[in-house]
């Protein structure tokens, strides 16, 4: 079972920026589809971007499309999200997520990932 560590949550200001990690364990990254979802009180998780190994995608949500983008770094088996431009509707838990090694394509539904992180708050003010 792959374990995932998020890390990089935090208070900014409208406008300002924010890097989220999201450290792999226990497999290889390169084997992953992986995502970043958020959840706001009250809303549902959501998804906010996706990568898929090998380069082949990345797919993102409207409401972060132009501001946000989704890394990886094989070898420090780590992804990242990068979110510039923020804006006080970006305020909830991320989680980083991985699909299970059989798959390839990315997904925008949660129940489509089989492991979790425990999740970082992303708080913006205005």
């Known amino acids: 079972q792959v374990r995932l560590v998020e890390s990089g949550g935090g208070s900014a200001q409208a406008g300002g920026s924010l890097r989220l990690s999201c450290v792999v364990s226990?497999?290889?990254?390169?084997?992953?589809?992986m995502g970043w979802f958020r959840q706001a009180p009250g809303k549902e998780r959501e998804f906010v971007a996706g990568?898929?190994?090998?380069?082949?995608?990345?797919l993102y949500a409207d409401s972060v499309k132009g501001r946000f983008t989704i890394s990886r770094d094989n070898v420090k088996n780590t992804v990242y999200l990068e979110m510039d431009t923020l804006k006080p509707e970006d305020t909830a838990v991320y989680y980083c997520?991985?699909?299970?090694?059989?798959?390839?394509?990315?997904?925008?539904?949660?129940?489509?990932?089989?492991?979790w992180g425990q999740g970082t708050q992303v708080t913006v003010s205005s």
């Open positions: 226990g497999r290889t990254l390169s084997d992953y589809v």
């Open positions: 997520a991985a699909r299970s090694p059989i798959y390839i394509r990315i997904a925008l539904e949660s129940s489509e990932y089989e492991s």
């Open positions: 990568d898929a190994p090998g380069g082949r995608k990345t």
